[in-house]
């Protein structure tokens, strides 16, 4: 009897994952932005990364990663995608994007101004799609502070 029970609520979680998966295939775009996590803070080094998908058929969408803060400072940069590779040769891209944003170097090499770069700033990820028309985009808010801890996982460390 119990048995029963039990193979019935496995079918029933079963199929309600299944039908929540179908829901969440019907979204024809989207971005999210995993890191750095809204609100906290961090050093002026920190890994900016995510995920972004565009449901068209090349697939070549390009991710850029804005951080800009009131007093006029901005770092644009593409974020490259992740890739699967076999022997050399891309096998095909993942959805996921990073890329690593050093203010006191970035900043450098934007301009000769040397501003202190602590404070808020926006870190915005958006999806452009081939054509290079902006699709969707998201934005955190957080802090940078020099000598803050970093939040980085490193595996092994």
């Known amino acids: 009897m119990k048995a029963k029970y039990l193979a019935l609520i496995g079918v029933a979680f079963l199929v309600s994952l299944d039908v929540l998966f ?69 096998l095909f891209l993942l959805n996921s994007f990073h890329t690593s944003i050093d203010l006191n170097k970035d900043l450098q090499q934007a301009s000769s101004a040397a501003l202190n770069p602590d404070g808020i700033w926006k870190v915005t990820a958006v999806l452009n799609d081939e054509a290079g028309r ?7 808010s957080i802090r940078i502070r020099q000598g803050a801890q970093s939040r980085e996982f490193k595996a092994f460390s």
């Open 134 to 140: 902006e699709i969707l985009k998201t934005t955190h």
């Open 22 to 90: 179908f829901i969440l295939d019907l979204s024809p775009s989207g971005i999210k932005l995993s890191a750095p996590l809204p609100g906290k803070t961090f050093p002026r080094h920190f890994i900016a990364e995510g995920h972004a998908w565009h449901k068209s058929t090349n697939s070549h969408h390009i991710i850029k990663v804005i951080a800009e803060n009131k007093k006029g400072q901005r770092i644009v940069k593409t974020a490259p995608r992740d890739a699967v590779k076999y022997e050399g040769q891309i």
